[in-house]
């Protein structure tokens, strides 16, 4: 079984400006249906997971908040980058090597994100410039507070 953590952010971005700060290695991949690209590279040695970026329009995202409260969220246009990796090796290798990850492209680009662990859980939304932690209680540590800030 794997997990999966969603990375997305809000407009009609390039594939290729988020791979270069999420994933440099990736490459243009076979599409699933009803995606115009797909960007993929496999990371599993060096990182711990595999990366894909895609796009999309009308989106419709939904996870649970702090207060156990629904998250909605509609973009008009996103880019999905999903990081999913074993279970086998989060703690210790695949999680600190994606949340890098997740602060070069946060810190690279300006739009509106969310960050969801399996599509359930809200872990980090930028709205308006302003970064918010979520479900800081389950998820976070120390080691994370001095790439996302307190």
């Not at 079984?1 to 988020?18: F, K, R, S, W």
């Not at 649970?64 to 999905?80: C, L, R, T």
Request: cysteine-free; charged content about 25%; glycine content about 8%.
């Amino acid at each position: 079984m794997a997990i999966e953590y969603h990375l997305t952010l809000a407009g009609d971005i390039p594939l290729e400006q988020v791979a270069a700060l999420a994933a440099p290695e990736a490459i243009e991949a076979p599409a699933p249906p009803g995606y115009p690209r797909l960007l993929s590279a496999d990371l599993e040695e060096s990182r711990g997971y595999t990366v894909s970026i895609t796009s999309g329009s009308h989106g419709y995202y939904e996870a649970q908040d702090d207060d156990g409260s629904q998250w909605e969220w509609e973009p008009e246009a996103y880019v999905d980058a999903t990081f999913r990796m074993s279970k086998n090796d989060l703690s210790r290798y695949g999680v600190p090597n994606m949340i890098a990850a997740v602060a070069r492209v946060l810190a690279g680009r300006t739009e509106d994100a969310a960050l969801t662990l399996n599509g359930d859980w809200l872990l980090l939304t930028r709205f308006g410039g302003e970064l918010r932690k979520h479900n800081v209680a389950t998820w976070y540590d120390e080691n994370y507070d001095n790439i996302f800030g307190k």
